[in-house]
């Protein structure tokens, strides 16, 4: 399953997302509203724009950009009155975008064998959309005894999500296992698949409560997840020992959506970096690592693969066609 790729950083660098530089430090985990997803429903259409894009160059999933969208996050960026609406009109939104560009594309294929004298008969799939929610930040901000804070948030996301009519869910960038276990809970709960994955950082070995990617795995696969991984933080060469790790560990399918920065041996974290937000330019890998990414995905044992911060619709198609080049390889 080819999934799609990071929507905040390409949308700020496009002039739509607020990235908080200037006015507070970014990347503490501490800040007030950088990074949210107000885009949804201040510039509707540069969101569109994107998951047309990812769309286009090979995605089968596009997640609707709902990642901070708890209200705990979204109150800290002055958008907390906007929960219900950012939620719903994001997912709205990638559903029009998934349905219109299937109808076209079926159009495309109909006028080519019309032209044959013949019927088309191609079902053209429809992407699958996804909610994505992530950390709520209470637990950098306030400690392990924010938990319950963080359920009742995360449970409100989900409901609204699932109102809004998602496929399934991507639980995602989480830096601490427990916080992912709440997540997990919440999903199961309310009856929606989930895809899990954490952010490992400021190196791949632990999260940030201490728990190895394998341990991760295994409690995200007994949690329900339909399928475990990582995401953000690594170029994906730096990510693959650890979804190693998680291979060996769980039977699941895995899930990787890796970041397209290159990150050092001291530091496996790009938010960690000097570069972020304001000179990611510096550090940003070639789409061709993409390529090479797609065509160890077999191999690797990886099953959904997509991208994440960094990655834009360049770096899908990169990765589809290292995919396909491999099949063919077989
Ligand atoms: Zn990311």
């Known amino acids: 399953m080819i999934g799609d790729g990071g ?3 390409e949308l700020e660098r496009r002039g739509y997302v607020d990235s908080g530089s200037g006015r507070e430090k970014v990347g503490t985990g501490r800040g007030s509203g950088q990074f949210t997803p107000e885009v949804a429903i201040e510039n509707p259409d540069a969101l569109r724009e994107l998951h ?5 160059a090979g995605s089968q999933v596009l ?5 901070f969208g708890t209200r705990e996050k979204l109150n800290r960026a ?10 719903f009109e994001a997912v709205k939104l990638a559903k029009q975008v998934a349905r219109d560009e299937s109808e076209r594309h079926a159009e495309v294929f109909r006028e080519a064998f019309a032209k044959e004298g013949m019927n088309h008969p191609l079902q053209v799939n429809r992407a699958l959309i996804a909610g994505s929610v ?14 319950d804070k963080s359920r009742d948030h995360i449970a409100e996301q989900i409901r609204l999500l699932k109102d809004a009519g998602v496929d399934f869910l991507i639980l995602e960038t989480f830096f601490h296992l427990a916080e992912m276990k709440v997540a997990l809970e919440c999903a199961a709960a309310a009856g ?3 895809v899990a994955t954490m952010s490992f950082r400021p190196l791949i070995t632990k999260c940030t409560d201490g728990h190895t990617p394998a341990e991760c795995a295994k409690v995200m696969a007994d949690l329900g997840a339909v399928a475990v991984g990582a995401n953000c933080e690594q170029d994906p060469q730096r990510m693959l020992p ?3 790790e998680m291979r060996a560990a769980t039977k699941v399918p895995l899930a990787a959506q890796p970041a397209a920065f290159r990150t050092t041996e001291a530091c496996h974290s790009f938010t960690r970096l000097p570069a972020f937000p304001d000179d990611l330019e510096t550090i940003q890998i070639s789409r061709n690592e993409f390529v090479e990414f797609g065509k160890a995905a077999r191999r690797e044992g990886i099953g959904y693969i997509g ?8 770096y899908i198609r990169a990765l589809a066609r290292g995919i396909k080049e491999s099949s063919q390889d077989q």
């Open 52 to 56: 047309r894009e990812f769309l286009n």
């Open 242 to 244: 650890l979804l190693r």
């Open 134 to 147: 992530s950390r709520t930040q209470l637990t950098e901000r306030e400690g392990m005894a924010s938990l």
């Open 78 to 87: 002055g958008y907390g009155a906007d929960t219900e609406r950012i939620n």
């Open 307 to 314: 991208g994440c911060c960094g990655c834009n619709a360049a």
């Open 63 to 67: 997640q609707a950009l709902t990642f």
């Open 192 to 194: 929606l698949p989930a």
């Open 7 to 9: 929507y905040l950083i």
